[in-house]
């Protein structure tokens, strides 16, 4: 079963603390919103599982419309409904970033910027001395314990959120976890300086091919969890804000980066919602481009939004996203730089 309440805090980090004990060491972080209520923020570092290394990747100018989609939430927490619709992560589903991108470190070791710690603390710390800077912490809320005194700060009533990490695609001991558009994550916005920061977490023994309902792990026909590799063909370029009245003939443009032709037959388009948009059947030759209507299905909103490629089993191949900065210039294409 999914999370019991998912959603995301929303706070000014005003300390923060590291954990070192050998079974489930975390990032501790002290939170207080606009109405004084605190919270603790319990981020792991460190997987009760082999390999025990956390997966990271951290986008120190994160451009997304997931942060267009947090304006006009409340300071404090929020709990968000299941689906696609709002600002919910997931990982998978998202385009948030490349899995590929994502580097494995230890959690807490000896000097300076070497480990998991370590870099939290380089954005968090940040946020602590920013008093405009705001916090959001995505993830499973527990409390408030009314006669129980955090065991970190020590403010009362106990309070605060954990599971900042990816929540799907677990092995068999964590599977009850696991479900879609719940997802953990930190995105710190620095309003000063119009910058969003975004850091992600995922332990190396979860799965990034998830069932589209239940987010369980699936796996291929000898038993193997498929991982994030090499992606042959990518979404390159979209039209999305075509010159000319509505219906606009939007665009996505598809490159084969692979050294070999890749059918193309049962293939879709989807965007966040999950309308999907048939790409044309038939071989595409390496090193050649497909320019795809989507004159029916999915849609691309000139608010910001995100596409997927999906393979004939309706296995994501690729994703992107594009804010509504991008897809202001009318009749100019979005275009998508190496990922």
Not at 38 to 54: D, W
Not at 108 to 125: C, F, K, M, Q, T
Not at 128 to 142: I, K, N, Q, S, T
Not at 243 to 258: D, H, M
């Amino acid at each position: 079963m999914p999370l019991k309440t998912y959603g995301v805090l929303i706070g000014r980090a005003v300390d923060t603390r590291r954990e070192g004990a050998d079974d489930t060491p975390h990032y501790q972080i002290h939170l207080t919103d606009d109405h004084g209520t605190q919270y603790r923020a319990a981020v792991n570092v460190l997987s009760q599982q082999q390999p025990s290394e956390l997966l990271y990747f951290v986008s120190e100018d994160f451009r997304h419309p997931i942060t267009a989609r947090l304006e006009g939430l409340e300071s404090g927490w929020n709990t968000l409904p299941p689906g696609p619709g709002g600002p919910n992560l997931d990982f998978v589903r998202g385009n948030l970033f490349d899995p590929s991108l994502m580097r494995k470190l230890p959690p807490d070791l000896e000097g300076p910027g070497n480990d998991l710690a370590d870099l939290l603390d380089h954005s968090v710390r940040r946020a602590v001395a920013d008093p405009e800077a705001r916090v959001h912490l995505f993830g499973e809320r527990w409390g408030p314990e009314a006669k129980v005194r955090d065991k970190v700060f020590g403010f009362l009533p106990g309070n605060g959120v954990h599971d900042i990490h990816m929540n799907q695609g677990n092995s068999r001991r964590f599977r009850d976890d696991d479900g879609v558009w719940q997802d953990g994550g930190l995105l710190i916005h620095f309003p000063a300086q119009s910058r969003w920061v975004g850091i992600f977490l995922a332990f190396q023994s979860q799965s990034w091919k998830t069932d589209d309902v239940t987010g369980h792990a699936i796996e291929d026909v000898d038993g193997s969890r498929p991982v994030p590799g090499t992606r042959p063909v990518r979404i390159v370029a979209a039209l999305v804000n075509p010159r000319g009245p509505a219906p606009e003939a939007e665009t996505v443009t598809l490159l084969n980066a692979s050294p070999a032709p890749v059918d193309l037959t049962g293939w879709h388009l989807q965007d966040r919602l999950g309308r999907l948009s048939a790409v044309p059947p038939g071989p595409l030759a390496t090193g050649a481009c497909l320019t795809v209507r989507l004159s029916d299905g999915a849609q691309l909103g000139n608010h910001g939004g995100e596409i997927s490629l999906l393979d004939a089993k309706r296995l994501k191949v690729d994703g992107v996203s594009y804010t509504a900065e991008q897809a202001g210039q009318e009749g100019w294409s979005v275009v998508f730089s190496a990922r």
